[in-house]
């Protein structure tokens, strides 16, 4: 039973930045991959950015590409997403998410089995 937990959402002006912080309970699992999805209203979830754990390789979509990085403490149970140049089409709620595998990093969210439960990021003009 993991349990993610997300912190650094908030209220930033358009181009300004934002970190994200997801903290794993544990990873006594085969758990290896993680990644960043968001969520606007009346919107699908879309990926945004993903990392392995044991060889920090990372992908990122196209529309953050140059604006975000992924990165991971492996010390510290914990996976950020370092947000800048934002812009209100930012706007969602971001949520980390979790899986076992050892492949090519995932992109739909149906392939994660553990959520956190979101954190609101509002990028205003």
């Known amino acids: 039973q993991v349990q993610l937990v997300e912190s650094g959402g908030g209220l930033v002006q358009a181009g300004g930045s934002l970190t994200l912080s997801c903290l794993f309970s544990?990873?006594?699992?085969?758990?290896?991959?993680a990644a960043w999805f968001r969520q606007a209203p009346g919107k699908e979830r879309e990926f945004v950015a993903g990392v392995i754990w044991s060889t920090s390789n990372t992908r990122h979509a196209d529309s953050v590409k140059g604006r975000f990085t992924i990165s991971k403490d492996n010390f510290k149970n914990t996976v950020y997403l370092q947000m800048n140049n934002l812009e209100p089409e930012d706007t969602a709620v971001y949520y980390c998410?979790?899986?076992?595998?050892?492949?090519?990093?995932?992109?739909?969210?149906?392939?994660?089995?553990?959520w956190g439960q979101g954190t609101q990021v509002t990028v205003s003009s």
């Open positions: 998410a979790a899986r076992e595998g050892w492949g090519s990093i995932t992109t739909v969210n149906s392939g994660y089995t553990y």
């Open positions: 544990e990873r006594t699992w085969k758990m290896n991959m």
